[in-house]
């Protein structure tokens, strides 16, 4: 599997004579940062496949969007604000550590109702928040107390609990393994969308965050259509998390696997 040039970046090129297992790996890639721009929107709603939509709350285009998603059988997804560790603005709708547990669970109910048919909630920033047991704890029971959620951790910092947070409060969960375009360039998306790729086939799958930048949908638009081709099959969340949650079919990556997987953490810090 190496790179080959496609509209001036790269794509990823299969191995000679790779053939499709009979358990392929799987893949789940969700689209943060929707609602705030019609286009980029549309445009990621139309990614070929079960791509997930995570939306930010009461922002301009986000009810209208989800609807479509829906109506297009895309995953739809609550993007969470939460306070981030560097103090950046999070939008409207954030939950933050100075909220009481009801000022957090009013907010959060507000949000979860501004967004149509959501089925899970992933943490948009979130890097202060998401290291805190207390409030983490809150978040889970709140969504527990809904039923029929599951929790993505976005992992913007390697310090969070939010993961084992969901799994104490018996919340469906997942982490994300991959961010595709934190460099938002052509060659790098590839690279990252290789290491989403590696990580699923040695662990049975894997999960990739994106956001609606031209050259990441760009990346996707190509290369989800030759997916067969690398032997690779994209889900949807929820499929990946049932996948996940049969005995056997999933082991936790290693501290080490981790800290390889989080790299980029130390040099840029995330919000």
Not at 8 to 21: C, D, K, L
Request: glycine share 8%; hydrophobic share 40%.
């Amino acid at each position: 599997m190496g790179f080959v040039p496609w509209g001036g970046g790269w794509a990823i090129e299969p191995s000679a004579g790779a053939m499709p297992t009979a358990t392929p790996p799987l893949i789940a890639v969700i689209i943060d940062d929707l609602g705030d721009n019609v286009h980029k929107g549309l445009r990621a709603i139309g990614l070929p496949g079960p791509v997930a939509a995570a939306f930010l709350p009461h922002t301009r285009y986000a009810r209208r969007l989800a609807r479509l998603a829906h109506r297009r059988d895309k995953e739809v997804m609550l993007h969470l604000p939460m306070e981030a560790a560097d103090g950046a603005p999070t939008g409207p709708g954030s939950i933050t550590l100075n909220m009481t547990e009801q000022e957090f669970v009013t907010t959060l109910e507000a949000d979860l109702a501004d967004i149509p048919h959501v089925t899970g909630i992933n943490n948009h920033m979130g890097s202060l928040l998401t290291q805190q047991p207390s409030l983490m704890r809150w978040l889970m029971q709140a969504i527990n107390r809904r039923g029929q959620l599951f929790f993505v951790d976005s992992r913007t910092t390697t310090a969070t609990v939010a993961q084992q947070a969901a799994t104490d409060n018996g919340v469906p969960n997942l982490r994300r393994d991959v961010f595709l375009d934190n460099d938002p360039t052509p060659a790098a998306i590839a690279v990252q969308f290789k290491r989403l790729i590696s990580i699923a086939r040695r662990q049975g799958s894997a999960v990739a965050i994106g956001h609606p930048h031209g050259a990441t949908l760009d990346f996707l638009e190509q290369q989800l259509p030759q997916l067969a081709s690398l032997g690779v099959r994209l889900v949807a969340v929820h499929t990946l998390l049932q996948q996940r949650t049969q005995p056997g079919n999933y082991a936790h990556s290693s501290t080490a696997e981790l800290a390889s997987t989080d790299a980029t953490l130390k040099t840029r810090v995330l919000p």
